[in-house]
Each structure stands twice: as C-alpha cells, then as structure tokens.
Nanobody
Framework: VQLQASGGGLVQPGGSLRLACAAS????????MSWYRQAPGKERELVAVVTTGGSTNYADSVKGRFTMSRDNAKNTVYLQMNSLKPEDTAVYFC????????WGQGTQVTVSS
C-alpha cells in the first residue's frame, strides 16, 4: 500500500493551499482516509477524516477553514486549506485505515510572511 502526498509549500497568512494524497487502488475504496499534522516539538494530531461514504470530521482548530474530500475515480483525497494561519505550520501526513493503519510521507506546510 502506498500513499503519496503532495501540495505542501510556503504561503502567507490568509492564503490557501491544497494537499493531495494518492492511494493504492487496492485500499482506497475501503479505507477511511485522514490527514494528520505534526508541528515542531508537538505531537501528531488529527486534522480531518473522510469515510468511505464521504462523511467528514474536522479538528476544531480547522473547522470552517479546511475541507477534506475524496475522489474515488482517482483514488485521491484532498485537503483544501483556506485562511491559513502561522499555527497551521506543520508537516502534514496522509493516513489510511483498513484493518490496520497506513502512513504516507509528510509534506511540509509553512505559513509565514
């Protein structure tokens, strides 16, 4: 199983980024997909989840600013991040769960002026 994350970068406060995570076809259709993030010196935290049925949940800190979606035809999930704040700076990880957890490599998001 492979999870390939992309889309990170440097953005100014108030800006937007869209992360993408492409998953192996073998798991995508049955896995709950999530985005986590880890800031320097902090524990990894759950940012957003999307179920196989398309239901989503978000951390309180990103509600109203971040939107997670899944494109089943492309085996890809997205995290649209708007109104970014410096405290959103972190490495963002794609995560899949079906029977066990799978992690992708992280992608760095830096929010700074």
């Amino acid at each position: 199983v492979q999870l390939q994350a992309s889309g990170g970068g440097l953005v100014q406060p108030g800006g937007s980024l869209r992360l993408a995570c492409a998953a192996s076809e073998s798991i995508f259709s049955v896995a709950t997909m999530s985005w986590y993030r880890q800031a320097p010196g902090k524990e990894r935290e759950l940012v957003a989840v999307v179920t196989t049925g398309g239901s989503t949940n978000y951390a309180d800190s990103v509600k109203g600013r971040f939107t997670m979606s899944r494109d089943n035809a492309k085996n890809t999930v997205y995290l649209q991040m708007n109104s970014l704040k410096p405290e959103d700076t972190a490495v963002y990880f794609c995560h899949a769960f079906y029977v066990r957890a799978y992690w992708g490599q992280g992608t760095q998001v830096t929010v700074s002026s």
